[in-house]
Antibody, heavy 121, light 107 residues
Framework: EVQLVESGGGLVQPGRSLRLSCAASGFTFDDYAMHWVRQAPGKGLEWVSG????????VYADSVKGRFTISRDNAKNSLYLQMNSLRTEDTALYYC??????????????WGQGTLVTVSS | DIQMTQSPSSLSASVGDRVTITCQAS??????LNWYQQKPGKAPKLLIY???NLETRVPSRFSGSGSGTDFTFTIFSLQPEDVATYYC?????????FGPGTKVDIE
């Protein structure tokens, strides 16, 4: 069974940094691309960033480009999101998600339960 | 960016009814369109990928169709456990964008 467990969320002041982690299990991690998707409280889904199986392709939403960095460690079956210069509008539940293929250009077929990031002074 | 619109934004139907949701892309996306179900307080779940393919272990009362700019998602016989918000998502081009969602309730 695929399991994606996010951690690292919390309350942070605007302008500060936070690093999210996602521990993956139940599948061959380095066979699949991974994404982060977020959902602001009471709002819809917003794709944030994606990374291919070998980190060869990394893509970002314009809203986070230059501030967020996605990475993965295939030896540790882990996905990360380094979030710098956080803004109040980054407040959301952040989901770690598994793509259906090695490429970022595929469906997301599994989701974690999310970790909440709250940016507030 | 490719904009995704959905209609209706919400609907209420009876158990056993057929429910149809439409999703329109602002430009052609071939069949690079997925449908997700999000129940209250839960993570989303993939139901349909590539516009018309049913994900493994998803009940056959769910169906998707369309290509290009116009897509349809159907629940053939609405069940109480189908109360959720449904989202379409395109992955033809970056950024991958979701529709605003359609909230489905039971009358």
């Amino acid at each position: 069974e695929v399991q994606l467990v996010e951690s690292g969320g919390g309350l942070v002041q605007p302008g500060r940094s936070l690093r999210l982690s996602c521990a993956a299990s139940g599948f061959t991690f380095d066979d699949y691309a991974m994404h982060w998707v977020r959902q602001a409280p009471g709002k819809g889904l917003e794709w944030v960033s994606g990374i291919s199986w070998n980190s060869g392709t990394i893509v970002y939403a314009d809203s986070v480009k230059g501030r967020f960095t996605i990475s993965r460690d295939n030896a540790k079956n882990s996905l990360y999101l380094q979030m710098n210069s956080l803004r109040t509008e980054d407040t959301a539940l952040y989901y770690c998600t598994k793509a259906a293929s090695t490429s970022c250009f595929s469906a997301v077929d599994n989701w974690g339960q999310g970790t909440l990031v709250t940016v507030s002074s | 960016d490719i904009q995704m619109t959905q209609s209706p934004s919400s609907l209420s139907a009876s158990v056993g009814d057929r429910v149809t949701i439409t999703c329109q892309a602002s430009q052609g996306i071939s069949n690079y369109l997925n449908w997700y179900q999000q129940k209250p307080g839960k993570a989303p779940k993939l139901l349909i990928y590539d516009a018309s393919n049913l994900e493994t272990r998803v009940p056959s009362r769910f169906s998707g169709s369309g290509s290009g700019t116009d897509f349809t998602f159907t629940i053939f016989s609405l069940q109480p456990e189908d109360v959720a918000t449904y989202y379409c998502q395109q992955y033809d081009d970056l950024p991958f964008t979701f529709g605003p969602g359609t909230k489905v309730d039971i009358e």
